[in-house]
């Protein structure tokens, strides 16, 4: 075998495979696949190892990377396996998949499943398909059971059974079943029964009809569950049960479990034909229900696991086991620790029908413990569905419009994971539901019951919204079983039950099986027995792997680190790598590994080394070049891989270590490049005698040349002759002028690369020799590269423009605000110009627009605002303009009290007509106060006259009256001032010599008068305004 070319690149690889397709015959039918490389691989799709083309029902759609072939009007001879096959330089990939064509359904009414045609022979091959599927039963123990299939394909396809993943002749002894193979009336495909001789416990479980043809494999699954005859039950239910095994012969093990967790039994029993198991508790026979679950391991164990266990879960469990050779047992007694804290009142119990609610309720010991909801391991958070109420002690969960799935165990929760559980019953058409969620390794066996309330109803299977299939589908009586062999990610989802407006969902979820990648190739050998030719044999891994494999071969360029894939080859012998498959000369060593869908083998490296030399051809050739006089002229060629290769200019090597160098004293300056296959050479800065000049490259395999022409410049440029840089501030006149040396010659303007076109804010002028670019009113936007372009020539121009200085007209000082907390603080900035930007600092961090800072820009001011001050927003800040700074330092204290004076309560004793003054004395002068005399509000007379000072508030009363005796109050937010007036005709005490008939209240000690800024009540303010 001969490999292809391994230019630089990548093989093609697939992303998304194409995946079987089955369709019924006349449809239609299509197959996608994503596959990348480098360059893109030329996609082609073959059946029976023969190209297709496209035709009047075949065609081969592609968008991009995804590549499709379509197939319209199906036909039994379209069925079969095909493939799609990627092919670049780098390597080649391929993908497959089937295509299965069925015939339509018959028209007649209800046809029987051996009424189903195949298609006639010489038709066309076909993967087995399965025309009818096994049946789910329920059957008693001792009854005989008659599993079926039929399946047809050409060629006929073998069938075979297995249960639970094993052969029937490893799981029972020869006398237990029966195969009963045969052939459907009319040749419609080939059958297989098996037949259970009287059907034993351990008999129950999943049953898999397996059909094999050389073009493929389908199985079908059934469930068989075997229960015990029905006892009756005992009359006193607390009667003492009789012993249903012989006692047992030594102490059982002592197993202790907190209460709320799970406790887990398993008991793993061999024997031949398989043990019956049955679980006992004290006794009792075990039947599974909501918090005892019964199952079967991977590993062959039974299992029992009872689910937050309660105080009446204690006692003894046994796992008993029987066959027709004996029987044994194995005891635990289980012992549940009981929490210090316990609930006061646990949960019970509860029915509830579907569509309705149901309530759960509990108590807790102490009104103040937090509690949670859980159903099962599902943390429940309050919601129109979910309704929790806390009244004192009371716990209590409203389980709203109640469905199938709201079945099941409830939990609430105190601290230390203490629980209590209980039982919710939803009672409607579905009796059993779906478990919330079920995990299957892939390629195992899924099983999904659901028990109705009434038998022979017809529910709905769907997964995802989508319908499945019926032949997975079994019904009897009341029981409904959905069986899914050899499960893949495919199959996962959310499937569902629905019978009428009931319905149950459980979360299927495929876990992959991890698998062993194959085995490395072995006895790699390398042979150089032709020039530039390597070949390299191996043989297939030791064992053979079980999966589809390929051979991926590497490179390595000595002294290189990095290993290259060359290709892909499919089968183990031997393969030719030529020196086209190498991107450069050199010394080259090689490995290989084989690689499945499960990964790749360690790499065997061949021993020794190759010198492989590339054969060069010219991809993209030397083109004659003419450029203006002074201009760089750039000669490049593209090879088909890396080799090094000479220039020559009129017949005379260029030194091609140097990557510049001259060509004699004085005379043309280049500049060689070489990068990957493309090869360069610049000639810098011709002069019109270079004109003719005939350049050449060379290499192994290609010789190429071409010429190079000067043209004379019609025009030059008289000013300016160099490069003019200017700098502008916005809103500036900037004219730009450009003189050639002939008059009303054209040119063009350009910014930046880009031609320029005329507007108000850019104006583009000709006069005579002269050509002007005009900025009317320059902005910062206009910064840039202008260049003035005329035949050959150019001038250039660097503009920048730049906003003026900024000037912080005031503040002037630094300025200091005191506030205290909740208070609103604004800083103001004024700036000499509206749209100058500023920045604030605060502590040195730029402060961002925040609902506890918030910016505001209004004409020249600038403010930042603290709407609620507290303690934290203290501290230095700063507005930045330009190259200006104010500064500002603020100060917020925590103040507890509005009320300075007085602190407690104070007396007021007066005679009537006499002047009585109440004064009240707060922190802030700002604040307002509302005076109350016993509850009610005080309104402004002649006779109460409410005044304000500064910080003081003033009740005065200037001739009080008997009436004027009470509780008066002087109120701000949540504190207040109490007095208390009591007025009489005359002093009562005979020490009172005071004849003054005015009686202030004041205050007892001095006061420092302050200065506040006449802002708004609810805001401090600092700096211009």
């Not at 059993?432 to 099983?447: M, S, Y």
């Not at 360690?602 to 051809?617: E, N, Q």
């Not at 800072?853 to 709407?867: A, D, I, S, T, Y």
Request: aromatic content about 6%; glycine content about 8%.
């Amino acid at each position: 075998m001969k490999a292809g070319a391994g230019d630089q690149g990548s093989p093609p690889c697939f992303l998304r495979f194409p995946r079987p397709v089955r369709v019924v015959s006349g449809a239609e039918a299509e197959l996608k696949c994503v596959v990348l490389g480098e360059p893109p691989p030329t996609v082609v799709w073959e059946k029976g190892g023969q190209p297709l083309a496209a035709s009047e029902r075949l065609s081969f759609p592609a968008d991009g990377a995804e590549h499709g072939l379509l197939l319209t009007g199906a036909l039994p001879t379209d069925a079969g396996v095909y493939v799609c096959r990627a092919r670049n330089a780098a390597g080649e990939a391929y993908a497959a998949a089937a295509v299965t064509v069925l015939e339509p359904p018959c028209a007649e009414p209800e046809p029987q499943p051996a009424e189903r045609p195949l298609p006639p022979p010489g038709a066309g091959e076909g993967a087995p398909v399965f025309l009818t599927g096994p049946r789910s039963q329920w059957v008693l123990r001792g009854t005989e059971v008659v599993l079926a299939c039929q399946a047809g394909g050409l060629p006929a396809p073998t069938l075979s059974w297995e249960k639970d993943g094993m052969a029937l002749d490893e799981v029972w002894e020869s006398g237990h079943f029966a195969l009963e193979p045969g052939r459907a009336e009319g040749g419609g495909g080939v059958s297989l029964a098996l037949r259970i001789r009287a059907a034993r416990l351990p008999d129950s479980g999943v049953y898999v009809c397996h059909a094999r043809n050389a073009l493929g494999h389908a199985q079908a699954g059934a469930l068989l569950q075997v229960s015990q005859l029905p006892e009756s039950p005992p009359e006193d239910p607390d009667e003492a049960p009789e012993p249903v095994v012989e006692p047992l012969k030594c102490a059982p093990k002592t197993f202790w479990v907190n209460e709320g967790k799970h406790a887990k039994f398993r008991c793993y029993v061999m024997g031949k034909p398989e043990p019956e198991i049955e679980w006992l508790w004290e006794g009792r026979p075990l039947l599974p229900d909501r918090r005892r679950l019964m199952y079967r391991d991977r590993d062959g164990g039974f299992v029992l696991k009872v689910l937050y266990c309660q105080a009446r879960d204690r006692g003894l469990y046994v796992c008993a086991a029987r066959n027709s050779a004996g029987q044994t047992l194995s005891a635990v007694q289980l012992h549940v620790k009981e929490p210090r804290l316990r609930f006061s009142k646990p949960l019970q119990d509860v029915e509830g029908r579907e569509h309705g609610i149901a309530v759960l309720e509990c108590k807790v010991p102490n009104s103040r413990i937090p509690t949670a909801w859980f159903r099962e391991d599902q943390r429940l958070l309050p919601c129109r569905k979910y309704e929790q109420i806390e009244e004192g002690t009371v716990r209590r969960l409203i389980i709203h419009r109640l469905k199938a799935d709201d079945d099941g165990v409830y939990l609430c929760e105190m601290r230390g994971r203490v629980r209590t559980v209980a039982n919710v019953t939803v009672k409607g058409p579905i009796l059993k539901r779906l478990p919330r969620k079920l995990d299957v390794l892939e390629g195992e066996n899924a099983v999904l019951l659901v028990e109705t309330r009434e038998a022979g109803v017809e529910g709905r299977w769907s997964r995802d919204g989508e319908d499945l299939p019926t032949t997975c589908q079994s019904s009897s009586g009341h029981m409904h079983a959905l069986v899914l062999p050899g499960v893949t990610r495919e199959d996962a989802g959310e499937v569902t039950f629905s019978l009428g407006n009931s319905r149950t969902t459980t979360l299927l979820r495929v876990k992959c099986v991890k698998h062993s990648p194959p085995g490395p190739p072995v006895l790699a050998e390398m042979f150089k027995g032709r020039k530039n030719v390597v070949l390299l044999t191996w043989k297939p891994p030791e064992p053979a792997p079980e999966t589809p494999f390929i051979y991926r071969l590497e490179r390595q360029k000595v002294g290189s680190e990095d290993w290259v894939q060359c290709f892909s080859v499919e089968k183990a012998g031997a393969v030719e790598v030529p020196g086209d498959c190498v991107p450069s000369e050199g010394d080259y060593c090689f490995r290989i590994c084989s690689v499945s869908e499960h990964g790749r083998s360690p790499h065997v490296v061949f021993h020794g080394s190759a010198h492989l030399v590339p054969t060069a051809r010219l991809v993209a050739g030397l083109k004659d070049v003419q450029v203006y006089d002074g201009e760089d002229a750039v000669f490049s060629l593209i090879l088909s891989t890396i080799i090094q290769g000479t220039w020559f200019l009129n017949g005379e090597e260029l030194k091609g270590t140097e990557p510049e160098g001259q060509v004699g004293p004085g005379a043309l300056r280049y500049c060689v490049e070489h990068n990957g296959p493309q090869h360069r050479l610049t000639l810098q800065a011709v002069k019109h005698q270079d004109s003719g000049a005939l350049v050449g490259f060379s290499c192994p395999g290609v010789q190429d040349s071409a010429a190079l022409t000067i043209q004379e410049s019609p025009v030059h440029i008289l000013s300016p002759q160099d490069k003019v840089s200017l700098t502008f501030t916005t809103l500036e006149r900037v004219v730009l002028t450009c003189e050639l040396s002939r008059v009303d010659f054209p040119a063009s303007w350009y910014k930046d690369g880009q031609k320029v076109e005329e507007s108000e804010s850019l104006v583009v002028k000709m006069d005579g020799r002269k050509h002007r670019l005009i900025l009317p009113a320059a902005e910062v936007r206009d910064s840039g590269e202008f260049e003035c372009r005329t035949e050959g020539v150019s001038a250039f121009f660097s503009i920048t423009v730049r906003d003026p200085p900024v000037h912080i007209l005031d503040p002037r000082e630094h300025v200091f605000v005191h506030a205290i907390t909740s208070e609103c603080v604004v800083l103001t900035c004024e700036v000499d110009r509206e749209d100058a930007p500023v920045h604030w600092y605060k502590d040195g961090q730029e402060v961002e627009d925040s609902d506890i800072m918030v910016l505001e820009n209004e004409g020249p001011h600038r403010r930042l605002v603290l709407p609620a001050t507290q303690p934290s927003d203290g501290g230095e800040f700063q507005c930045v303009a330009g190259d200006e700074r104010a500064y500002f330092t603020v100060n917020i204290t925590d103040v507890s009290s509005w009320i300075v004076y007085p602190s407690g309560k104070v007396y007021v004793a007066a005679v009537r007509l006499e002047r009585v003054v109440l004064t009240c004395e707060l922190c802030r002068p700002w604040a307002e106060v509302r005076w109350t005399k016993d509850g009610e509000e005080v309104v402004e007379s002649p006779a109460r006259l409410l005044q304000k000072e500064d910080t003081i508030r003033r009740l005065v009363l200037p001739a009080v009256q008997l009436e004027d005796s009470g509780e008066y109050l002087c109120e701000i937010d949540d504190e207040s001032a109490s007095f208390t007036v009591t007025v009489t005709e005359s002093y009562q005490s005979q020490d009172s010599s005071n004849n003054n008939p005015e009686l202030c209240i004041l205050l007892k000690r001095p006061k420092t008068r302050r200065l506040w800024s006449r802002f708004p009540p609810w805001r401090r303010a600092a700096g211009a305004e």
